[in-house]
């Protein structure tokens, strides 16, 4: 499969595409009349990259990521304490928004007893 059949069949961007090719990680890819092609451990790969940009991992991170998943179960303690510190940053900016919205909440009450008052 071609970038651009990659690319439009499995909704991946085409820079996810080619940083991938940049990283050199791609296996059995093969430039074939100038056009990449991709087999299905390829795709899986790519699907892994997509999910790690979708969960907010930097092209860096994804790249150690993937070069760890790569180089096989040994690693997995590695890719396990990236994930662990994705997900404790996702929850530390989760509970900052839920301290803006009490926070909101309140001025919203404090103008809404303050008109109420008025009213009275």
């Known amino acids: 499969m071609t970038m651009q059949e990659a690319s439009e069949r499995y909704h991946i961007p085409m ?11 791609c296996g059995a890819v093969k ?8 087999d299905d451990a390829d795709l899986e790969r ?13 092209a860096e991170e994804v790249e150690t990521y993937l070069r760890l998943l790569l180089e096989g179960d040994h690693t997995a303690a590695q890719r396990l304490s990236m994930l662990e510190k994705k997900r404790s940053a996702a929850l530390e900016e989760i509970h ?3 301290r803006q ?7 919203r009450h404090e103008i809404r007893k303050a008109q109420g008052g008025k009213k009275g």
């Open 15 to 25: 820079h996810i595409l080619q940083e991938y090719r940049r990283w050199g990680l």
């Open 31 to 38: 430039n074939v009349m100038g056009d990449w092609q991709y």
């Open 46 to 58: 790519l699907s892994t990259i997509m999910t790690l940009h979708d969960i907010g991992f930097t």
């Open 96 to 98: 900052f928004k839920e």
């Open 101 to 107: 919205l009490q926070r909101l909440d309140y001025l």
